[in-house]
């Protein structure tokens, strides 16, 4: 985590909402799939630090992206690991400009900040969650996991009524085209007459 001093007041709920976000759940599937996606990789302990810790360098992110691509195709050129703070943000840049490119959307990337300081880790799952759903679309990436996670196509809703029950639905008036219970013109004056006041 970065150096930073203990959040207070708005920016300390701020800050628990979004931890609540994260899934330990959707660490493990992802984890899973980012070790058969790229094979060779050491696995991070289990715990949403440890997790960070494994994809803060950018190392594996590069890796994982380019596992995406044939073989020497692959967008991030260098996946070596780095101690430099600027080297690893600019890796994690490097992978968010290639997934980008890959087809998730902008609104979908987290931005570099949420990884590397660890402030917004449920949004990191979210962009490896659409990346690996992109990816078993595509037919380029490996499932692994619960296909309860991913999207399913919707199911046709068809419904079959009978000509009574059609004829019937003709004789209502919808709600959106307005009612008139309970209007009269009770009380109600001739138009261009003034207010009697006494």
Same mark, same amino acid.
């Given at each position: 985590?970065?150096?930073?001093?203990?959040?207070?007041?708005?920016? $300390?709920?701020?800050?628990?909402?979004?931890? =609540?976000?994260?899934?330990?759940?959707?660490?493990?599937?992802?984890?899973?799939?980012?070790?058969?996606?790229?094979?060779?990789?050491?696995?991070?302990?289990?715990?949403?630090? =440890?997790?960070?810790? $494994?994809?803060?360098d950018g190392?594996?992110?590069?890796?994982?992206?380019?596992?995406?691509?044939?073989?020497?195709?692959?967008?991030?050129?260098?996946?070596?690991?780095?101690?430099?703070?600027? =080297?690893? @943000?600019? +890796?994690?840049?490097?992978?968010?400009?290639?997934?980008?490119?890959?087809?998730?959307?902008?609104?979908?990337?987290? +931005?570099?900040?949420?990884?590397?300081?660890?402030?917004? @880790?449920?949004?990191?799952?979210?962009?490896?969650?659409?990346?690996?759903?992109?990816?078993?679309?595509?037919?380029?990436?490996?499932?692994?996991?619960?296909?309860?996670w991913f999207?399913?196509?919707?199911?046709?809703?068809?419904?079959?009524?009978?000509?009574?029950?059609? =004829?019937?639905?003709?004789?209502?008036?919808?709600?959106? @085209?307005?009612?008139?219970?309970?209007?009269?013109q009770a009380? @109600?004056?001739?138009?261009?007459?003034?207010?009697?006041?006494?």
């Open positions: 985590m970065a150096n930073r001093g203990p959040a207070y007041g708005l920016s $300390w709920e701020v800050q628990q909402r979004i931890d =609540k976000q994260y899934d330990p759940e959707l660490e493990q599937i992802l984890t899973q799939w980012i070790l058969a996606q790229c094979g060779g990789i050491q696995p991070p302990e289990p715990g949403k630090e =440890k997790f960070q810790e $494994w994809l803060k190392t594996v992110l590069g890796k994982l992206i380019n596992s995406l691509y044939p073989k020497g195709q692959g967008p991030v050129a260098n996946t070596d690991p780095s101690n430099k703070a600027f =080297k690893q @943000m600019e +890796q994690i840049s490097q992978f968010l400009r290639a997934a980008e490119q890959y087809g998730i959307a902008p609104t979908d990337i987290f +931005q570099t900040v949420d990884l590397w300081e660890g402030k917004n @880790m449920a949004c990191v799952q979210r962009t490896l969650m659409n990346l690996g759903g992109l990816a078993v679309t595509k037919q380029d990436g490996l499932f692994v996991g619960d296909p309860n999207p399913k196509k919707s199911q046709e809703n068809r419904r079959d009524f009978s000509k009574d029950k059609l =004829k019937e639905g003709q004789n209502v008036i919808g709600l959106q @085209m307005g009612t008139n219970r309970g209007a009269s009380g @109600m004056t001739g138009y261009g007459m003034p207010r009697q006041i006494l």
